[in-house]
Each structure stands twice: as structure tokens, then as C-alpha cells.
DNA sequence: CCACGTTACGCATTTCGTAACTATG
DNA sequence: CATAGTTACGAAATGCGTAACGTGG
């Protein structure tokens, strides 16, 4: 099994069309069409059923996609950690999302460096929504603050703490005047929070756009407690959600990770987090 | 990050010697020289140490021999999913290790088969020694029964039961007219006992083998309880070791699956252990 | 009949093997 | 000085692109 075709596989599995699949790939799509055949030849399976109008994966190759999609995030990783570890000062990297740390991360940087004098440094990335599984995945990083829920596929966790929920509403919203506020009051029931939340997210590029929206009343979105704590804003208000589901934060890992480092800052984001819910 | 220089780089990891791990891959020493090259200048990192008389692995050659061969694995993995799930009845496959199931096997499979009228019917494929997480890591089998201490790298797994330990002696052993017997009888410290179960497994190819070799008083294996009670034989005794760590059969699965059927087959072995403790 | 996947054919790049070279223990 | 990794060069194989084809909506 060769890389190169299983990674042409995903993106034709990503676009169901070759045409398109070719151009992201940078190639003409006869050679795509010829590594999708041989790859299903050289399987016994057919991945496709395909007509000149349509393509559609066939049950295995949706299981090829999924494991595919494992192993070429696993090749990555290799690469970049090979290249991590030859690096000058081998660091630890965390993966943040800018304010998405509920105010952990500063207490466990300086708990995990007075922890122990050897301690390794850590260096902290902040990327984008959901970007630290794959940053794990990938290689890019040695552990996470996330939260939950998100896709674990080959990846440890430990929930950290849980922070209770508030909805940003424009100062002029109906609900605005109340002293909290319910799920049924936003036209919400449990099962539909997460979907709600990613769909918020998906309309600002980062926290101050959307917060700008609020106060345009266009969306109101749910936030950990602690982002309200942080970003107070004339136009914006914050009112506690009383039965949503609260935002559970977790620190994560690759799972087969090995290192006593990432074990040791694991720990120290622990012992934080006992602390600061005692 | 392609696969097959990644593969060149594991075989010549392995054997430390580029001429013997040419020879393992089927191809000359110069190409593989270049490839490994290529692979250095490409990651922009050194991965071995080289002089016209030694080999060894870089600290960034070590890391990228684990991450390699949890990636390649990964990526045979990939291609055995997808030709299961396209085989025209998609089994779930337990890997067992001859005798190593202490006689849950057939109650498992009752177990699950009786479930649910719709369960997933279950293939189990015999295996060698130490061999099931391999199967489990290259989607050669759904699950498999193990015993501990075994790698986790990318596994998950439950502890089923846990068996007393006997050492299988020579009839004319000296400790044979024993009742029972201790560690230190057999020159072993407890700390020992996972490596001289390693050593002594390697001497022979099966169980039969082995046990011709107790008769001879060649070697004193330890062994759970469950395998003494199906073989016995002639001019072999076993004794209960009273202090040795006991023997724990666990199910193990590949972390990032999501099969139901899976989950519902890891439910029945463990009822099934539950039901046998009580 | 138009769009899109496929086949046909020739070319470019990569990869391999044999032979000669070099450096270390 | 012998063994093992590397360089040199020609050959085979693999992969790609342009052009032409067929088929289904």
C-alpha cells in the first residue's frame, strides 16, 4: 500500500468528483483515474460506482476513507516530529485556542515549570476552532486544551474543569432584560447545543466578528463563562444559560504518545484543575 | 512524507546494516543509500550516524522509527479494512493465541451470537505468540484476546480475568514433590517474571514443543492455570507458584474503532469474566 | 448535446542495478 | 586490507500530460 494513491483516493472520496479532485491535487485527472483504478485493482475492491454524471463511494471505500485519513495524518506526524525532535530545544507545544484556555493556561505553564527544575519548555500555539486534533494527529503539536465534545480518534484525554454557559445577546434583545436565561428561551433543545455552537462559530473568523454580530443581533451565540469574564463590550450582554450543558475542558494527547513530558504537563494541568474546582 | 522511503528507512533501522536491509527489501544497497538520503535532506534532519564500519540511529531517527512504524501499520491497516468490509460477509475477526483464551473463548462466542439475533458473526483466527496486537494495528483482526503486560500503542483494551500461575516441571524435578512453589525456588524475582515468560516462550514453537522440553528438564515455564488443565502430560507436573503475578487476559481492539460490532463483542467477554468471577 | 470519466499514446521523471570508488576499523 | 557505504552511469519502470473517445443525464 503506497501513500501517494491513498492520498489521491481521499480527495477524489472528498470531492466525488475527479475533475475537481485532479485540480486540488495539481494533476491532469487521466493519471487520477488510472491510480484510483490501479488502487482498486491492486485491493480486489471497488472503491466507486461511478457513471460519467456521478461518483459515490462504495461501503468499503467509505471505510478506506476514514482509515486513510488515519494513516496519512500518522505519516505526517512522523515527518514532524522526526523534525521536532532534531530540532535545537526540543519543546513540548500546546495547541490553545485564543481564549479557549478558561484561564488555565498561564497556571499550568508556571505549575508545570516549577514542577520540576528539568521540566521541558513548553512553547504554546494558538490555532483556529477545532484545529488541535489534527494539529495533534499531524504531529504539530504534543498536546491540546480542547473542548469537548471533539474527535478523539487516536487521541487520550482528561477533562480539566467544567464552566458553566452564557449566551451573548445584543443589549437591546428581549431577553437582554432577564437575569438568565433558558434553552427553550433561544428556541434550543439539549440535544441541539453542540450543533448550535458550530454553527455560531462558522460566522465570525474569530471572537471580536462575532461579537460584533451580536451586537447587530444577528446570531446569539453560547460561550464558557469565562470568555464573557474576558471580553466585556458596550452593545453586548451576557446572561447565564441555566440548563445548557457546560463546557467541558479537556487536556489531549496523541495516544500512543510515550513521552514523560507530555505525561508531566498532562499533570500539571491536572493538578490545576483539582485546585481550582476545590 | 511518502511511504515506501519511510519503509526503507524501518528496515535499515532495524538491521543497523544498509547491505542487510537491502537484501530484506529486494533491492541493491545504492538505491536504498539514496533514498535515505533523499529522506535526510527532504526532512532536513539527520537520522542516522554512519561510517563506513557502523550505523546507529540519531535521538531523531529513534523518534521516527516508532512514529514510522505506527504510520505504516496504519496505512496496511487502511487497505485490510477496506477489502474486509468489502468481503461479502463482513466478519468481525478475533484473534486468539492457541490456548491463551483460558477457556473463554467458546462462552464468548455464545455470548454474542445470542445477544442479538443480528450480531456480527465472528471469525477467530488463530495466532502465534505476541502476535495479536500487530493483527489488531495492521486491520487484520477486529480484536483480540491477550495476555498482559502487551503494547498498547494505539490499542484500547478491558481486563477480563485474572489466573493463578503454575510452573510446568520435569516429573524428576526436584521441586516437583512440592505442593506448591515460590519465585525464589526458581531463581526469579518478581520484577523477572514478564522477561523469563518472554525467554522461555522462544525456546520452543508451540506448547508441545515446550512441554518435551520440561520432560527433558530443560526449561521451566510458567504458564496460567487454565493451560495445565488441558494438557496434561506425561512425565510434566504443574504447581501453583504462590507469589507469582497472576496471568490477565484482556480484550484489546484498535483505539480508533468505531464498529458497533466491536463494541457489542467486547460487552460479551466481559460479562461473560464477570459471570466466571462471581 | 454537453459534461465528465476513460482510453491511447508519447514524454519526463524517478528508481533501480552493475560497476567502480572510498574510507574506516 | 577487507568490509561496507557511496558515487557514477546506463536501463527499466513508473507517472504525467495532451488529445481523442464513449457514455449517461
Redesign the pocket.
Known sequence: M?S??LSYFVAVAEE?????A?ERL?????????????LETDLGVTL?E??????TLTPAGTVLLTEARIALDALRAAGRRAQRAASPEPKLVLAVKADGDAGLLEPILTRHASSDPAAAPVAVRLCAWHEQPRLLRQGEADAALVHEPFDRTGLDSEALVAEPRVVALAATHPLAGKDHVALADLGLRPGDVHRFIDETRGRGHDLAQLLTLVGLGDVTPLFPVSVADRYPRPGVVYRPVTDAPPAVLAIAWPQQSRSTDVAALVRAAMSVAEAGQG
Chains 1, 2 share one sequence.
Open positions: 503506497e501517494r494513491p466525488l468528483n475527479f475533475a475537481r485532479a495539481g494533476i491532469s485527472p487521466p493519471p487520477l483515474s488510472r491510480a484510483i483504478r490501479r466507486f461511478r457513471t460519467t454524471h456521478s461518483v
